[in-house]
């Protein structure tokens, strides 16, 4: 063994079963682990540090590229709801909920943190930098959000930018890009993103034209609309120059159930045109958002959303209505539906809920297709009754979708959320098992992984992760948390 020049000690794992995240057969090997590198796979003889792997699976840390964390990697350092997954990194500023400008960003982010102080920060690059500072449990890498931006250009005008506006937005996005920001998220069901027509978002996304920067989109209509929304989203990267990213694909509502095979189909044409397009999925069938974004779906005869598929997942001055969905508040207020909703929403305007809007077929359906990666959209409230998403999405694919279901092949759900998105995401010599590549390294146990908690009882970490290593640290001993933060703030190479 090479004499170590390692600040950290060589760590080895010992008779593991790798899945180097490329979506290949698994093969026998130790992994050692120096100086935040995995600098041998192969066999070792002897080690500073040994870890007996046998029957283990070792993979590259989880990728989870959908995520709401902007604010919880600098509230909750350790960022355990995550790294006790197997998550490694973590896209943050999705659904055009962004980091900066900070004024702007820090209200969206008083949703999920009502109480937290904040350190104020200088556009993504001082996101970034308080990061490289105050290091999370978890790697980050960044997308600007869209409505962060509007808001801090136009406020909450429904209208078109002026060209002052449109340039104050292109110029933060450029401070973002600079700073090495991974794309562009938009939020098309929230305010103000969704004032945001297409042609402002072709303008937009344009600035990111040949820097690798994507753009992502929480689209318009997830339910009857679905189709016409991958249409406006595969145009806008078209027309942009960029590639696409679309979040958490779904039909949402009874009446667009199925609509994935067609929105899957889209998908394929623009791919076969030449568009980078792919998509992300939490694998559940329900989903969670703000009570604000719902009540408006759940009026009328065509209405998208049923008032029952609505559960109040937090509610910080009401702990009593978190897990009740709206008929049940009904009942107890002696008021219908629609007026518990909007009371609800009166006294708790920051509320969140679960939504119950999916179809088990159509989960799979879009699991199923080579274009989809995971992505939790976890909502890092870490009481009440969040939705398990948040803690269980990656034990879930390994558990359920691959091992009992054998949706996947085990290979394939771990490059589902290792290599591929990566790859998408520009994050160089992340998300592979090989010499020099960052010791991003998730073990667990393929015959016993699984996620644990429910809808109705949703904050418990999965079972079956046993060891987590980021950058070489490991931050996950026997199934617990070791006080390690060793995530890096990622950027786009430039
Ligand atoms: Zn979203």
Same mark, same amino acid.
């Given at each position: 063994?090479?004499?170590?020049?390692?600040?950290?000690?060589?760590?080895?794992?010992?008779?593991? @079963?790798?899945?180097?995240?490329?979506?290949?057969?698994?093969?026998?090997?130790?992994?050692?682990?120096?100086?935040?590198?995995?600098?041998?796979?192969?066999?070792?003889?002897?080690?500073?540090?040994?870890?007996?792997?046998?029957?283990?699976?070792?993979?590259?840390?989880?990728?989870?590229?959908?995520?709401?964390?902007?604010?919880?990697?600098?509230?909750?350092?350790?960022?355990?709801?995550?790294?006790?997954?197997?998550?490694?990194?973590?896209?943050?500023?999705?659904?055009?909920?962004?980091?900066?400008?900070?004024?702007?960003?820090?209200?969206?982010?008083?949703?999920?943190?009502?109480?937290?102080?904040?350190?104020?920060?200088?556009?993504?690059?001082?996101?970034?930098?308080?990061?490289?500072?105050?290091?999370?449990?978890?790697?980050?890498?960044?997308?600007?959000?869209?409505?962060?931006?509007?808001?801090?250009?136009?406020?909450?005008?429904?209208?078109?930018?002026?060209?002052?506006?449109?340039?104050?937005?292109?110029?933060?996005?450029?401070?973002?890009?600079?700073?090495?920001?991974?794309?562009?998220?938009?939020?098309?069901?929230?305010?103000?993103?969704?004032?945001?027509?297409?042609?402002?978002?072709?303008?937009?996304?344009?600035?990111?034209?040949? @820097?690798?920067?994507?753009?992502?989109?929480?689209?318009?209509?997830?339910?009857?609309?679905?189709?016409?929304?991958?249409?406006?989203?595969?145009?806008?990267?078209?027309?942009?120059?960029?590639?696409?990213?679309?979040?958490?694909?779904?039909?949402?509502?009874?009446?667009?159930?199925?609509?994935?095979?067609?929105?899957?189909?889209?998908?394929?044409?623009?791919?076969?045109?030449?568009?980078?397009?792919?998509?992300?999925?939490?694998?559940?069938?329900?989903?969670?958002?703000?009570?604000?974004?719902?009540?408006?779906?759940?009026?009328?005869?065509?209405?998208?959303?049923?008032?029952?598929?609505?559960?109040?997942?937090?509610?910080?001055?009401?702990?009593?209505?978190?897990?009740?969905?709206?008929?049940?508040?009904?009942?107890?207020?002696?008021?219908?539906?629609?007026?518990?909703?909007?009371?609800?929403?009166?006294?708790?305007?920051?509320?969140?809920?679960?939504?119950?809007?999916?179809?088990?077929?159509?989960?799979?359906?879009?699991?199923?297709?080579?274009?989809?990666?995971?992505?939790?959209?976890?909502?890092?409230?870490?009481?009440?009754?969040?939705?398990?998403?948040?803690?269980?999405?990656?034990?879930?694919?390994?558990?359920?979708?691959?091992?009992?279901?054998?949706?996947?092949?085990?290979?394939?759900?771990?490059?589902?959320?290792?290599?591929?998105?990566?790859?998408?995401?520009?994050?160089?010599?992340?998300?592979?098992?090989?010499?020099?590549?960052?010791?991003?390294?998730?073990?667990?146990?393929?015959?016993?992984?699984?996620?644990?908690?429910?809808?109705?009882?949703?904050?418990?970490?999965?079972?079956?992760?046993?060891?987590?290593?980021?950058?070489?640290?490991? @931050?996950?001993?026997?199934?617990?948390?070791?006080?390690?933060?060793?995530?890096?703030?990622?950027?786009?190479?430039?």
């Amino acid at each position: 063994m090479p004499t170590a020049r390692s600040s950290t000690p060589t760590t080895v794992l010992k008779n593991a @079963t790798v899945y180097d995240g490329t979506g290949a057969d698994p093969f026998p090997a130790d992994v050692r682990i120096a100086d935040g590198r995995i600098d041998l796979v192969g066999e070792v003889v002897s080690a500073a540090r040994e870890i007996d792997a046998t029957g283990l699976a070792v993979a590259p840390g989880f990728i989870d590229v959908h995520t709401h964390d902007d604010f919880a990697a600098v509230v909750h350092p350790d960022m355990g709801f995550k790294v006790r997954g197997g998550v490694t990194t973590c896209v943050v500023g999705n659904c055009g909920m962004g980091c900066a400008p900070f004024s702007e960003a820090s209200l969206l982010a008083r949703v999920f943190h009502p109480n937290a102080k904040l350190p104020p920060w200088e556009g993504h690059r001082g996101y970034l930098a308080y990061l490289d500072e105050h290091p999370p449990g978890t790697n980050v890498a960044v997308l600007a959000g869209h409505g962060s931006l509007r808001l801090a250009a136009m406020g909450v005008a429904r209208s078109e930018p002026t060209g002052k506006q449109m340039r104050r937005m292109k110029s933060d996005l450029e401070e973002g890009l600079d700073a090495g920001v991974v794309g562009l998220s938009t939020g098309l069901i929230y305010e103000p993103s969704k004032y945001g027509r297409t042609e402002e978002l072709i303008e937009l996304a344009g600035v990111m034209r040949g @820097t690798g920067a994507l753009y992502a989109s929480h689209m318009r209509d997830e339910g009857l609309g679905l189709l016409d929304s991958v249409r406006e989203t595969i145009r806008i990267g078209e027309q942009a120059g960029v590639a696409v990213q679309i979040s958490h694909h779904k039909a949402s509502g009874r009446r667009a159930w199925g609509l994935v095979s067609e929105s899957l189909r889209l998908i394929e044409a623009a791919q076969e045109r030449g568009l980078e397009v792919h998509a992300d999925q939490y694998p559940y069938t329900a989903g969670s958002t703000v009570l604000s974004a719902v009540l408006s779906q759940t009026v009328g005869a065509n209405a998208p959303l049923r008032l029952a598929d609505v559960v109040i997942a937090s509610a910080a001055g009401h702990p009593d209505w978190e897990g009740q969905s709206l008929p049940s508040l009904a009942t107890k207020w002696g008021v219908d539906a629609a007026e518990a909703g909007r009371r609800a929403l009166a006294e708790e305007p920051m509320a969140t809920v679960v939504l119950h809007t999916m179809d088990e077929e159509d989960v799979r359906t879009v699991l199923r297709h080579p274009s989809t990666m995971i992505g939790s959209d976890g909502i890092p409230i870490l009481e009440g009754k969040p939705h398990p998403r948040l803690f269980g999405t990656f034990a879930r694919i390994l558990g359920r979708y691959s091992r009992e279901l054998g949706l996947l092949s085990l290979p394939e759900a771990i490059h589902r959320m290792t290599g591929f998105p990566a790859r998408k995401f520009g994050l160089v010599g992340r998300g592979v098992v090989c010499e020099g590549a960052a010791a991003d390294l998730v073990v667990f146990d393929p015959a016993t992984v699984r996620d644990t908690g429910t809808f109705e009882d949703p904050i418990h970490y999965p079972e079956g992760i046993v060891h987590v290593f980021v950058n070489g640290v490991h @931050t996950v001993r026997d199934g617990g948390l070791t006080g390690a933060t060793a995530g890096r703030a990622l950027r786009r190479p430039g």
